[in-house]
């Protein structure tokens, strides 16, 4: 009885908490979508009110996908994201799969090898890196962000998909070899499409990594003729020299609503891989 009444006290509390954190989190997200509808009158002087019903700006996405070049920019994003999530799936898996499921001299020392990446600071390394990039000829290429999005995604990828290869029961595998499957064919018949949970944890946490990027897309597409290169959060950036260094606040707000809405999609969809997939790999790997 004392433990049920306990419990009954705590409840209205911990509902309050739980709330008011959902509060804390939707309401900007809500604000930024009704305040991308409203003049830049309107923003500036009651910028938490609610747009006229009968004035809603949709003109203000309009002028971001034409004048403001979203749209080159929305392509450039969605290749590299795209293309960034699939080599870093398959490359991670493959990696992961040899970690977990084989045993040769040095196969820990190169587990925690991969790791280390984890441990290294994009500030520290992007110093050398532009100039090796600069070597290679590679600045201002969509190749070029492309390697280093996914030289820099692949630890935390291989560390979650080791853990979900290694909680595979080893039966399977062998079962495979037996009926004349080879290595190659027994992983990707058998193992991958089981490890698909831990795929789809990467493929999220690679597209909000890689979507929502921009040091390194300013660092390596910020010189002369990379105009057509850019990514949407360098577009966004770029939205005060488009509009002729005057601040097109409801452009710019609806430029946050065209990049947050894939991020709200994918999330909002595939959300229930995340806790399984990232407990199995901390736990596995």
Do not use: C
């Amino acid at each position: 009885m004392a433990e049920r009444r306990t419990n009954t006290l705590i409840k209205p509390f911990l509902y309050s908490a739980l709330f008011g954190y959902l509060a804390i989190v939707v309401y900007p997200m809500l604000w930024l979508l009704y305040t991308s509808l409203k003049t830049d009158r309107e923003i500036f002087l009651d910028p938490f009110s609610l747009p006229e019903l009968g004035d809603l700006q949709w003109i203000n996405f309009t002028n971001a996908w034409t004048k403001g070049f979203f749209g080159d920019y929305f392509f450039n994003s969605v290749l590299l994201t795209v293309t960034t999530v699939t080599a870093s799936m398959l490359l991670a898996a493959m990696a992961a799969y040899a970690l977990a499921r084989f045993t040769f001299p040095g196969v820990r020392p190169l587990f925690f090898y991969f790791l280390a990446g984890l441990m290294i600071p994009l500030q520290l390394s992007i110093v050398p890196l532009f100039f090796q990039m600069k070597e290679f000829g590679l600045l201002n290429s969509r190749l070029g962000l492309l390697i280093v999005y996914v030289a820099f995604g692949m630890p935390f990828a291989i560390f979650i998909l080791t853990g979900f290869f290694r909680s595979l029961p080893s039966s399977l595998h062998e079962s495979a070899l037996m009926d004349g499957a080879g290595e190659f064919r027994a992983f990707w018949s058998i193992m991958l499409p089981l490890a698909r949970p831990g795929l789809i944890t990467v493929g999220i946490f690679s597209f909000l990594g890689t979507w929502n990027e921009f040091f390194m897309a300013f660092m390596f597409l910020s010189g002369e003729g990379s105009q057509e290169l850019r990514t949407l959060p360098l577009g966004l950036a770029n939205i005060t020299i488009v509009s002729q260094y005057r601040s097109d606040w409801g452009m710019a707000f609806a430029g946050l609503v065209l990049i947050m809405a894939p991020t709200m999609l994918v999330y909002a969809f595939l959300q229930q891989y995340l806790t399984k997939g990232i407990t199995v790999g901390a736990l596995k790997g």
